[in-house]
């Protein structure tokens, strides 16, 4: 495009792949979200926020046992943290001369990783003293409603946040089978009506949000970004 910027834009913007949905069942679609895209999708999802003003806890997350497996800023190469060109070798993708970057840095030890990292960070209480934590403050409200379809309406809730509303059927029964599954307590009162068990109430509560966030980013569903 011999230096113009306009064109360059322009062809990045109107390029069919960037514009075209994904076709349903296009084996070639997608790609594997990179773990620390994960950790930032949540956190803008949920309106994550530093006490502080320095993210601090989120420093070196390199070690995939761990934590994330790459750390903003530190890749290895120039080329990022996995090779522009790789496939897994002896797969349906490597048969079809597809390429998947993202997957030279996913193996067992990271997936393990990952979720245990992500664990620790979703279900953060505002109460904690940690400096980074998340705003679950309109996904509660959905668990204080009576409505007998609040299960459901917390699963829509996360679907849109963290799936852009893509979740399938099958997904939202098992999400909305687990979120029922944590029982929230009813309240005991003493002699004086106040309510003694509140703490265990506001557990399960908080419980029935990590368990759909958790459930969610750990589903294939979501580490397939389409």
């Known amino acids: 495009m011999r230096g113009d910027l306009k064109a360059v ?5 109107l390029d069919p792949e960037a514009r075209a949905a994904p076709v349903a069942g296009d084996a070639a679609a997608g790609k594997l979200r990179e773990p620390v895209l994960r950790m930032t999708h949540w956190m803008r999802a949920f309106n994550a926020r530093s006490t502080s003003g320095r993210f601090l806890g989120i420093d070196n997350t390199d070690d995939p046992a761990s934590r994330l497996g790459q750390t903003p800023l530190r890749s290895p190469t120039v080329f990022n943290f996995f090779r522009p060109g790789y496939t897994p070798p ?5 048969a079809q001369s597809l390429v ?10 990271s997936v393990a990783g990952y979720l245990n990292y992500l664990q620790g960070w979703v279900s ?5 003293t ?3 934590k998340p705003d679950y403050v309109k996904e509660l409200d959905l668990v204080d409603k009576p409505s007998a379809a609040q299960p459901t309406e917390l699963v829509e809730r996360v679907n849109l946040l963290l799936m852009g509303g893509r ?3 099958s997904l939202k029964t098992a999400l909305t089978t687990a979120i029922a599954g944590r029982a929230i307590p009813a309240p005991t009162r003493n002699s004086s009506g106040q309510v003694t068990n509140q703490t265990q109430i506001d557990a399960a509560r908080r419980d029935r949000v990590h368990i759909a ?3 969610t980013m750990a589903s294939p569903e979501f580490l397939a970004q389409r």
């Open 9 to 13: 834009v322009a062809a990045v913007l």
């Open 213 to 215: 966030v958790f459930l």
């Open 167 to 169: 979740m399938s059927e």
């Open 130 to 132: 940690q400096d980074v």
């Open 100 to 109: 998947a970057p993202e997957l030279q840095i996913a193996h067992e030890v």
């Open 124 to 128: 953060r209480a505002p109460s904690s």
């Open 90 to 94: 002896n797969t349906a993708l490597s």
